[in-house]
């Protein structure tokens, strides 16, 4: 229950006597049974075809369709990870009958046991309530070594939105990690639009000590200032966990999201970002979340995600292996 085996059809792409493509590298894993090999870099995906959260928030339906849309435009980029390296294909965690909680369960434990195992976690979405079942498993995985955790999430919204009757949705995720971790909750939000968040949730930011940049600052031109915020977050903690909502893009460059906006930041820029993060050799895992095929154009939003996990992974693995 709550778990669907990967469908191996969905890494397709060129034909090659080596491997040249994401494609060919991908080793598609039944029932959860994670590969236990310490000695290889390796990246671990699962996707969280759940749109529940979406559903409680409010938004646009069909991100439970996000996960397989990432990983067809996956399969098709050229392989450049370290030649040792090995990618894993864990499947989709999915919601049955509104259950949100019991899925995130599973997730949160997969997570763990993901760390455990020295993989580099990519998680696809899905529903951004993904980044509450996410966090907790990086928590419980750090809470023996006893480092300090960060939290950066490129985001048009905080995402700290008070749970609805105690229930969580795309909208609380982070505000539920920093009721759970209260001083352990360090979290740098980057790109929030004013226009989707109200006062209220600057004055939770405030409450919950957390960091951000909003979009007028968040721009090229605005590098060095950037760059030095970054910087100092990333000094600040051990380990970070980043969470990339595809609604933060523009819709220029992101159509299919759930809740799109015409003035996001420009995929170079972000990229840019991603670089500077992943230097710091702290990156321990990612998601990419929001992708809502139901409204993408040309598999735009599907492409730019798939992009963005490949680049991330592709520095994490070359800067660790």
């Not at 671990?44 to 339906?61: F, P, T």
């Not at 990612?286 to 599907?302: I, K």
Request: contains cysteine; negative net charge.
């Amino acid at each position: 229950m709550f778990h669907q085996n990967p469908n191996p059809s969905l890494w397709s792409g060129r034909k090659s006597d080596t491997i040249e493509y994401w494609h060919q590298a991908a080793i598609s894993v039944k029932d959860l049974k994670l590969d236990a090999n310490r000695e290889i870099p390796k990246v671990g995906i699962l996707g969280y075809a759940g749109e529940e959260g979406v559903k409680r928030n409010q938004g646009r339906l069909g991100t439970a369709e996000g996960p397989n849309a990432i990983r067809k435009n996956l399969g098709t980029l050229a392989f450049h990870l370290p030649e040792k390296s090995r990618i894993f294909d864990y499947g989709d965690v999915y919601t049955e009958d509104s259950d949100l909680e019991t899925s995130h369960k599973l997730i949160t434990e997969t997570v763990y046991n993901l760390l455990e195992t020295k993989h580099f976690p990519i998680l696809l979405g899905g529903g951004h309530d993904l980044a509450l079942a996410h966090g907790r498993g990086i928590y419980k995985h750090l809470a023996s070594n006893n480092k300090k955790l960060g939290i950066i999430n490129m985001d048009a919204h905080f995402d700290l939105r008070p749970t609805i009757e105690g229930k969580g949705h795309s909208g609380s995720p982070f505000f539920q990690l920093a009721e759970e971790n209260g001083a352990d909750f360090n979290y740098l939000c980057l790109g929030v639009q004013r226009s989707v968040n109200p006062k209220s949730l600057f004055e939770t930011a405030e409450k919950v000590g957390a960091k951000w940049m909003v979009m007028e600052d968040f721009r090229m031109n605005n590098w060095e200032v950037i760059q030095e915020k970054i910087l100092w977050f990333l000094d600040s903690v051990d380990k970070i966990y980043l969470s990339v909502d595809m609604d933060g893009f523009s819709s220029a460059f992101a159509p299919g999201v759930s809740a799109p906006s015409p003035m996001g930041f420009r995929p170079e820029f972000a990229f840019k970002v991603f670089e500077l993060i992943t230097a710091s050799k702290k990156l321990i895992s990612l998601d990419v979340v929001e992708l809502n095929p139901a409204f993408d154009h040309d598999q735009a939003t599907s492409r730019l995600a798939a992009r963005c996990a490949e680049y991330v992974a592709r520095k994490v693995l070359a800067l660790n292996s």
